[in-house]
């Protein structure tokens, strides 16, 4: 019954260094490790090690961030190789610097006034979008109309009003693991859909009939209630479905009360051709009835496995429910409002073999719509 977690849930994918995180004084001894590593390791040890290091610090954002709270201080003050150490991704310092103080904030906005090599100053707006306090979401603001840096914020998910009003995160704290389990073959489609988050329903079970050309697939509903920190929405399930086609695509739907999509509109299927549409289509209809099944939400704990940013080395795991999305493609619009939408869910095309690449979720909680979005792997 213990099987589970006598695997190690850290697997550092750099190789070269595993230290224990169970107490605050590890952390500590962590960090302490990381800023000689960062002054005496050798180019290509380094950033080996440097990935250890940011894996460790990915499991620490997900079980026990309390523990780095100390170090926020030093952390945003470093400088020099040891910075480089620490750059890490917007998605692992918001778990790392949530609610850091003021002091922090005032200390990144200075530092983001001088003139910067590379991408210092990417990794230095990361860490101060990570922090989300009322002083963090006004500065960022500030910081982003003065230096037209908009899009920058917009592609870790924040909707920034303009006209001086503070940042908004569109995308929740909470997150949870989405583990794919197959279902009985026997068990009817109607069945299925009275899972909390069933893959591979019936194109006639989550769109109005007629259903909309455009919604050839379908990866997975969503029972809304069951993510924390959602906006509230008049729909309570949403559904992450694809258009006949593989390239990067943006599927908007509106959906009704009944939480049945009734039309459907297509933004950048720029690679589409014909050819491909009537492939993509023939391969919809080739496996409408395969690979179904439900997916279980997991916590972040240590029954996940915690390796180059992401828990997808668990069996069965192809992404996550909350969180912020990738930003690997432009984020969604609402078409109605042009409100930035809300990131529901990312997962892999693997979830239910369709396509390659991720796929992501986003709701716009005034207007009723949903969008679902293909992105390749980087
Ligand atoms: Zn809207």
Redesign the pocket.
Known sequence: MDEERISMPLHPSGGKLQMPVETEADVLALFEKALSLALTAGPLTGERYRRDIEDHFYYIGALCPQYVRPLHEAMVQLTGKQFHFFCFSFAEYLYLLQGASDFCVDHLMQRLQLPHQGSTSYFLESMLAAIGTPTALAAMAEYAERNQKESVFREMGFWLPGGGKSAVPRFTHHRRAMRFQAVDETLSAGEQETRSHPVGLPLSFIAEEPVPDLIAWHYVTLDLAQIDGLPATLFSRAHLVSPPSNGEWTLFCAISQQNRYTQATLRDAKDTDFEDEAYWRQQADTWKTAMRGEVVLLPYDDRLIYCNGHTQQTEGVYGDVGGPPLGLAELPN?P????L?FHACTVTSGIREYGDGFRSLFL?E??N?VASQAMGWN
Do not use: L, Q
């Open positions: 609402c109605v409002c042009h409100k939408m716009c005034d207007c719509y």
